[in-house]
Every structure is written in C-alpha cells, then in structure tokens.
C-alpha cells in the first residue's frame, strides 16, 4: 500500500490542522494505521493509532484529549485532527500502516510508511 500525507502547515499555537492520508491498494481495511512524528534532532514518535474498523483509538499522553484520529476504509484515508496546538508539537508527521493489532504500533512494528508532513506551531 502506499501512503500520501497533506495538510501540513503554519499554525500559531493554540490552532489546529487537520492531517489527512491517502492510500492505495485495496487491502487498506486490513491495516491498523497510526500517525508518527518526528522532531528535529528527536527519534521519530508514536502520535496516534486506530484498529482496522475504527474500533480501536490509541493516543500518546502527550496528544490525548488534543488529538483524534478517524478512518474512511470506503475512502482509505486517514485523518489526524490536532486541536490545541502547542509550539512542541512542530514535527515531521508521517502516516503508517501495521499489519495486525494498533495496540502495539511503534516505529519499529509498522509496515509502511508515507512521505512526511510538516507540521510548524508557532508561539
């Protein structure tokens, strides 16, 4: 499957995005999909995750409450809603896809990964 990630951007702090993904291929409702990001000088970070038929949502403590992810499987996309933006959330995000449980979706467990889009929070 392949991945594109949009709707990154300037925001000031406080705002919000909303990050969408595209995929291809029609295995797209097997997937778990996750939002990722990553820093500059920072390992690349789990963000958010969501099971194949939406049944599941998993969030960072650092997003939780800020953030919510939504699937289409009719549409395979995904959505990243960021609300409350902070200054420390400016990263790289990149969409993935893991086959099996959302549950344990970290950087080394996905299988695919997007192109990157950034996200810049200004204070």
């Known amino acids: 499957v392949q991945l594109q990630a949009s709707g990154g951007g300037l925001v000031q702090a406080g705002g919000s995005l909303r990050l969408s993904c595209a995929a291809s291929?029609?295995?797209?409702?097997?997937?778990?999909m996750g939002w990722f990001r990553q820093a500059p000088g920072k390992e690349r970070e789990f963000v958010a995750g969501?099971?194949?038929?939406?049944?599941?949502?998993y969030y960072a403590d650092s997003v939780k409450g800020r953030f919510n992810i939504s699937r289409d499987n009719a549409k395979t996309t995904v959505d990243l809603q960021m609300n409350s933006l902070k200054p420390e959330d400016t990263a790289v995000y990149y969409c993935a896809t893991k086959v099996g449980s959302a549950a344990t979706m970290n950087p080394k467990t996905v299988d695919n990964w997007g192109q990157g889009t950034l996200v810049t929070v200004s204070s």
């Open positions: 291929g029609r295995t797209f409702s097997t997937y778990a």
């Open positions: 969501i099971s194949q038929r939406s049944a599941f949502e």
